[in-house]
């Protein structure tokens, strides 16, 4: 069986899927159009240029054309996983659509965040989503994100740290990690919070924060952290933080990660409580002032997930589900 997966992969998750799928024995290929750019200062002028007046963006292009090139030389495939869907012109789908047998996707956002046309989703013989507005508005099936990271047992780390959060900069999820931030300090738990952003945050960031001991930490960057350094980071604390973005309806990654790595997690994402992993020993669903977090939470031993449980949500089921290989 040919399969092939096509997406920009920003963070690194999509090449985990292409990878399981080797390892059965599919012959899989991934076009990450995220690679392609523009090679010189020329090519970026021309583009900027292209974009004020003509309202034409060069490098989409470039890239779209990418797309179909590579398939022409790849061959005619049993199935196509596309993702980012938003990002394709309908032509571009519709010429994808002729190269494979079943056309698919999987929407890592919500409409609500990102929205794609109804022609394009019309397109798709399977419309995946995490979703759960989505899910019920549209009638795409529901899908989780996956475990992609080895499972390692909580026995074998020695955290220094009590929580660990990286997020990008959002306004919600900023004012609520102030809240936060003040509730820790006085409970005398570790802490390690990144925000990553623009230089021109980084000044209004700090005017949001209280003064953090020196032993704790709240980090402002603009350089993203690379995908693959995430564990070790991770490994260094007992729990780990996820807050939700406006309008996300569904699970985002960190709750897989944590899971994978046997950690705690911290939420404001009360859906998380309709899921057969939810254990209130393993899992904190915040009120709105934080009140409900306490240093037992901490203290109290990580409890295994059951085994069948744990697999369903593992990337070597999630493959077999969407690409129907069970």
């Given at each position: 069986m040919k399969i092939c997966v096509i997406s920009y992969d920003f963070w690194g998750y999509d090449k985990h899927i292409v990878d399981t799928l080797c390892k059965k024995g599919i012959d899989a290929h991934h076009i990450k159009i995220g690679n392609v750019t523009h090679s010189n200062f020329k090519e970026r002028a021309?583009?900027?240029?292209?974009?004020?007046?003509?309202?034409?963006?060069?490098?989409?292009?470039?890239?779209?054309?990418?797309?179909?090139?590579?398939?022409?030389?790849?061959?005619?495939?049993?199935?196509?996983?596309?993702?980012?869907?938003?990002?394709?012109?309908?032509?571009?789908?519709?010429?994808?659509?002729?190269?494979?047998?079943?056309?698919?996707t999987y929407l890592y956002d919500s409409l609500e965040r990102l929205p794609v046309e109804n022609e394009k989703l019309a397109l798709f013989d399977k419309v995946f989503s995490f979703d759960i507005i989505?899910?019920?508005?549209?009638?795409?099936?529901?899908?989780?994100?996956?475990?992609?990271?080895?499972?390692?047992?909580?026995?074998?780390?020695?955290?220094?740290?009590?929580?660990?959060?990286?997020?990008?900069?959002?306004?919600k999820r900023v004012s609520y990690i102030k809240l936060l931030a003040k509730k820790l300090i006085s409970l005398n738990l570790k802490f390690q919070i990144m925000i990553i952003g623009k230089k021109s945050w980084k000044n209004q960031l700090k005017n949001l924060f209280i003064t953090v001991p020196e032993n704790l930490s709240i980090i402002f960057g603009i350089k993203k952290v690379s995908h693959k350094d995430l564990p070790n980071y991770y490994k260094n604390s007992k729990a780990l933080l996820d807050l939700t973005r406006e309008n996300q309806h569904g699970l985002s990654f960190r709750v897989f990660e944590a899971m994978a790595l046997e950690k705690?997690?911290?939420?404001?994402?009360?859906?998380?409580?309709?899921?057969?992993?939810y254990n209130p020993n393993n899992i904190l669903v915040l009120d709105e002032t934080c009140s409900n977090l306490t240093e037992a939470f901490f203290n109290q031993p990580y409890e295994n997930i059951p085994d069948e449980i744990y697999y369903y949500y593992t990337l070597d089921n999630w493959v077999d589900r969407v690409f129907k290989l069970a």
């Open positions: 021309t583009n900027a240029i292209s974009k004020v007046f003509l309202n034409k963006n060069l490098k989409t292009e470039k890239r779209q054309q990418f797309v179909i090139d590579s398939l022409v030389e790849l061959g005619h495939q049993d199935q196509i996983l596309v993702l980012n869907p938003d990002t394709f012109d309908i032509s571009t789908l519709e010429e994808i659509k002729t190269h494979s047998e079943r056309l698919i989505d899910i019920k508005k549209h009638g795409f099936e529901k899908l989780t994100n996956y475990i992609y990271l080895d499972h390692l047992s909580c026995e074998k780390q020695d955290p220094e740290m009590d929580l660990f959060y990286i997020t990008s900069y959002d306004n705690k997690i911290i939420t404001d994402n009360k859906a998380i409580q309709d899921y057969d992993f």
